[in-house]
């Protein structure tokens, strides 16, 4: 009986010597620096302009083979514009009553914007018996590459700021040293310009002439924000508090 009460007894004590080491672990943690932070917000924005329009064609073209209607639909796109560079994007077939082969293709391109004006009457003049052409959309959004282009001043613009707003801060608190700790930047706002004309506005823009100013100057305002936080080590308590 006295074996098994001295068994306990040191299964106890050797439980509770982990627990004393508690306390010496709460005060190193508690000896480490704290950072004070300062957190804003800040907006930019700019303009993204394109000088081009992204045309979309429907072609319906009869007879021959895929290879053939191909070309076909290919050669009719470049009667209506040959200033870019037209993309099948969709090429079905079809049959009619008779089981005679019928093509429809979808195409597109980025045309500068001396070429927009007449181009439904291009395209009605490019068209023939068994070969049809249609313009369906232009779409003036401006293209990724002129996105991203602005998005990379925007975010340079932002840069700039911060490292104004840090010294402005260092000014401020002499001898604090606050650095840039993190930078969130939001997704970039579109807004503003002509994104898609409609059908009948489209019809009355591709018949109409060319501006005499060389163009439509279509812009987009693009608006970048950016969350920052500036951080700090506090200064060190006196000895004795």
């Known amino acids: 009986m006295r074996s098994l009460i001295a068994a306990s007894l040191i299964a106890t004590a050797s439980l509770a010597l982990p627990l004393a080491a508690a306390p010496a672990t709460a005060q190193v943690m508690a000896a480490q620096p704290v950072q004070d932070q300062v957190t804003l917000t800040l907006t930019a924005e700019d303009w993204v302009k394109t000088d081009t329009a992204r045309v979309s064609l429907t072609v319906d073209a009869g ?20 200033k870019g560079e037209w993309r099948v994007v969709s090429f079905d077939r ?14 597109e391109a980025r045309l500068p914007e001396a070429q927009l004006g007449g181009l439904a009457d291009r395209a009605r003049q490019a068209s023939r018996a068994g070969l049809q052409i249609r313009v ?9 590459a002129e996105q991203e282009a602005v998005r990379t001043r925007l975010r340079e613009t932002l840069y700039r700021r911060v490292t104004e707003e840090m010294k402005g801060l260092n000014a401020a608190f002499p001898g604090r040293e ?64």
């Open 94 to 107: 079809q049959q009619d009553a008779a089981g005679l082969d019928h093509w429809r293709a979808a195409l």
């Open 178 to 241: 606050f650095r840039v700790g993190r930078v969130d930047f939001n997704a970039p706002v579109m807004s503003g310009g002509m994104r898609r004309a409609p059908v009948m506005a489209m019809a009355k823009m591709a018949d109409a002439a060319p501006a005499e100013d060389g163009g439509l100057d279509v812009a987009q305002k693009a608006t970048q924000t950016a969350h920052v936080t500036f951080s700090a080590y506090a200064p060190a308590a006196p000895a004795g508090r």
């Open 63 to 82: 007879g021959g083979n895929a290879g053939s209607a191909r070309a076909d639909v290919l050669k009719a796109a470049q009667a209506v514009s040959d």
């Open 136 to 144: 369906e959309g232009v779409d003036f959004t401006p293209t990724l």
